[in-house]
């Protein structure tokens, strides 16, 4: 009986994420669930925080140390450069 609540529980948990389109957004990068905690949003796109890396160096970027360029994400040294 227990475990028919639970699956109740759980069909209507899911009904109600996708009528209100509650749901984690993927990372552009790896395609992986974000999680709040672990997001990091730039140019209107999520990533993880240790997925959004410069183009060039692959050092990773935070929401102060990047430049975007026709899509791709450089860290400030690098822009700096073009």
């Known amino acids: 009986m227990f475990i028919i ?5 759980i069909i209507i948990i899911i009904k109600i994420q996708s009528r209100f389109n509650i ?11 974000v999680y709040p905690m672990d997001k990091i949003t730039a140019d209107e796109r999520d990533f993880h925080k ?3 890396r410069c183009a060039e160096c692959q ?3 935070s929401l102060g140390t990047f430049a975007s360029l026709q899509g791709a994400f450089y860290c ?3 822009f700096f450069l073009f």
Not at 23 to 33: A, G, Q, R, S
């Open 5 to 9: 609540i639970i699956i109740i529980i």
């Open 23 to 33: 749901v984690n957004p993927k990372c552009l990068i790896c395609d992986k669930t």
């Open 50 to 52: 240790t997925c959004f």
């Open 59 to 61: 050092k990773v970027l």
């Open 76 to 78: 400030k040294v690098i």
